[in-house]
């Protein structure tokens, strides 16, 4: 099956049965035979898309339904969007943001998304988005085009040995969420993200994408700690070394925005004036005003 052959379209089954019934006699004018009609399964209708870094939260998540884009429903507690109908893709997400602790909330540490992921699948990450878009940020319908995108950035960070097995492995691994990624796919995506986010577009050098892998795996390789990980902790941990490593970073002094304690205390103050928690997954004032009164309870309890 083609790696990208979901996308923008809805999957069907279609299953048909040949089978030759061979009557009695040793003529073959006694030789009869039917093909019954295909029998078309249920349509499996895709309406939910998932959107990581790490877990994306609170974002404005929309498909290409004409004339008027459809605007999905974050899923209590979860980085998964849906829609009321059919998904016309791409999907593009702005706004809301990373929860790089991976505790639910919007708290100090975290990075606002800023900048919009595409994709023309479920999963809406920073790989499908460099796929998604050419060099001028144009949209890319083409799936042969964007396979083609996959295939030379698969081809870039696979070693010169690498059979074309492993090569199509890892292109496939690429379009999975981080969380469930290989870890040499999880510093692909971290560097892409990065790159991306440094030049604000997807017109990127991917020789300095290398550079960042390369970077990751001697951290990885010289920590025996990260070693032992499983899939969504080693994506978190290498999120957290890409902000926090100045080194990773060459180009800018902040190219990712994180979230400081008066941010938090701003959207908090905005619970307080309305009934929802703008750009997060919290909708209940009520439990957002509890982790503003537990905040104040661990400030009070640090000053004393």
Known sequence: MNRLNRFGMSLAVISALGLGLTGCGSSDSNTASTTPAPVTKAIDV????????????????????EPTNQTATQEDGKNSYTFENEI????????????????????????????????????????????SKDDA?????????????????????????????????????????????????QMATNAIYAEMIDENSTDINLGEVSTRVKKFEVMVENNSSLQMLKPSDMAMALEK????????????????????????????EEVNSSTSLPDTNTSDSSEATDYMNSMNTENNSSDS
């Open 241 to 268: 070394a890409l902000i926090a490593d100045p080194d990773m970073n060459p180009y800018t002094d902040d190219a990712m925005t994180t979230v400081t304690e008066t941010d938090v205390s701003s959207k908090l």
């Open 46 to 65: 895709t309406k939910t898309v998932t959107v990581e870094r790490g877990k994306v939260y609170g974002a404005t998540v929309t498909d290409s339904t």
């Open 137 to 185: 940020g144009k949209y890319i319908p083409s799936e042969a085009d964007r396979q083609a995108k996959l295939d030379e950035l698969a081809n870039q960070l696979n070693d010169a040995d690498a059979t074309a097995k492993e090569i199509e492995a890892f292109a496939s691994d690429l379009l999975k969420l981080p969380s469930e990624q290989t870890t040499k796919a």
């Open 88 to 131: 016309v893709y791409p999907v593009k997400v702005e706004g809301g943001f990373i929860d790089v602790d991976g505790d639910g909330q919007y708290s100090e540490g975290d990075l606002e998304l800023d900048m919009e992921l595409v994709s023309y699948e479920e999963n809406v990450t920073a790989i499908s988005t460099y796929i």
